[in-house]
């Protein structure tokens, strides 16, 4: 690929190739203008050259970026293109329409092997293609903007199937949130669209490689989605680096990295380091973020609360965890609500058993009505067995309970009945078709008597 300091040559020489009587002997500079002008493109500095033979240097260019100019570009690009092979002008295509890609991108889009990539940029690469500045250890390309233009133009000419092309290259952009171009800057967006690439052909190392490169190269302010990233692909290694992983993480939240990929990464290196504290922050930062889908999130929240208050009794329940688990029954209530009907019957299961084990813990630890009050709560929150119903009343029966507060009281008991009743109002408004709602109420009425009827 030519770079401006082989320019002159490279132009003398075509010069030489071409001569002219009329042709001016170019300066320097002038030189240096057609450079700008071409962008280095030999195709197009020949065809700048043409127009030297009866304008000077500064009509010429003048023309050649004008309209009137755009005949003499297509007639050019006409030229060159019809002698590619197919492999080439499918390159030349996916090139324009992305602008710049390294070899891994234009594996991805274009189907091609390495090999086979690499015996056609042969052929492109001394008419169209520019070199880019590398990122990690691949190089990568790019054509100019007048090319692209150009190419563009002429796509139906270049691929017969380039609207399947296209969006090809739309569904790889696609592929990854970060590497559109809401990405903050191009140079992110070409990273991470390498990166991308790389990763999906199996070379996670040389996708690290290429973040970690772009991470140096742009502002801090603007590296946060590369960091989410390279922490992602942390855990992708053969060796996971978990630690690493939670801190670029932590450092992309910080700097604003608000995409879903980035709690997703960073609840997993929480969730793998057995920090339950960590886990618990992440899933509170994604719900509040309205990170979709949110019920996803509350499960996960209500998993890391459960943990956590695991990790802290030693895996005995005892008093100081009991909040922790209410909690966490309260959130996963929340995500039933929410979920999609098959994903909440999955998880209502999960439900149950976390609010019998915490009434359970209740009574171990508390009066009997104090466990009715809180099976109420659970009902409220959407846990409408029957036997929470008929359980709260066997408790309000019941006043004997280990208590470290008080002694039951009879307005306590009686307070709770009325809720109880109106529970059960609720759920016979609620699931009207229920038919095993008059032995409910027998079998409460059973055991409560005269305080009790419905």
């Not at 009329?22 to 071409?38: F, G, M």
């Not at 922050?281 to 990170?291: K, L, Q, Y």
């Amino acid at each position: 690929m030519d770079k401006q300091s082989e320019f002159p040559t490279f132009f003398e020489a075509l010069s030489n190739r071409f001569p002219s009587a009329t042709r001016p002997i170019l300066k320097p500079n002038e030189v240096n203008r057609i450079w700008d002008a071409s962008k280095g493109s030999p195709l197009f500095a020949e065809s700048i050259l043409r127009l030297l033979d009866y304008q000077s240097v500064s009509e010429a260019i003048d023309a050649w970026k004008g309209k009137s100019g755009d005949e003499v570009r297509k007639a050019a690009l006409h030229k060159e293109i019809h002698q590619l092979l197919p492999e080439a002008r499918r390159i030349l295509l996916a090139l324009a329409l992305l602008s710049e890609a390294s070899v891994a991108e234009l594996v991805e889009v274009t189907g091609y092997s390495p090999a086979q990539l690499a015996e056609s940029l042969k052929s492109l690469t001394s008419l169209f293609l520019v070199e880019a500045p590398k990122l990690g250890s691949e190089s990568r390309i790019r054509v100019s903007d007048t090319t692209s233009r150009l190419v563009i133009s002429l796509r139906s000419e270049l691929v017969t199937d380039n609207a399947r092309l296209e969006k090809v290259i739309r569904k790889f952009r696609r592929t990854d949130a970060d590497a559109e171009g809401k990405a903050g800057s191009k140079p992110v967006a070409h990273a991470i669209l390498q990166a991308v690439a790389q990763e999906r052909q199996g070379n996670v190392e040389a996708a690290l490689e290429t973040l970690q490169h772009a991470a140096k190269l742009v502002p801090t302010r603007k590296r946060q989605d590369l960091l989410a990233y390279i922490g992602h692909l942390h855990l992708k290694q053969p060796k996971p680096d978990v630690n690493k992983a939670r801190q670029v993480c932590r450092e992309a939240y910080q700097g604003g990295c608000r995409k879903k990929r980035l709690y997703e990464t960073w609840f997993s290196a929480e969730w793998e380091a057995d920090n339950f504290q960590g886990t618990e922050e992440v899933c509170r930062h994604a719900v509040a973020d309205g990170i979709e889908p949110e019920f996803e999130w509350r499960i996960r929240l209500a998993a890391a609360l459960a943990s956590k208050a695991h990790a802290q009794s030693g895996g005995r329940m005892n008093l100081a965890v009991i909040p922790t688990y209410l909690e966490a029954s309260e959130t996963l209530a929340q995500a039933v609500q929410r979920a999609p009907r098959d994903e909440a019957h999955k998880w209502r299961v999960s439900l149950e058993e976390t609010n019998d084990m915490v009434c359970k813990a209740i009574l171990e630890h508390d009066t009997a009505l104090s466990a009715a009050q809180q099976l109420m709560q659970f009902i409220q929150q959407g846990d409408f067995r029957l036997r929470n119903y008929t359980r709260t009343a066997e408790l309000c029966k019941s006043s004997s309970g280990k208590s470290y507060k008080h002694n039951d009281s009879e307005s306590t008991r009686i307070e709770a009945i009325r809720r109880l009743k109106k529970l059960v109002e609720e759920r016979k408004q609620r699931f009207p078709e229920d038919d095993r709602h008059p032995g409910l109420v027998a079998r409460i009425n059973s055991l409560l008597g005269g305080d009790f009827s419905l």
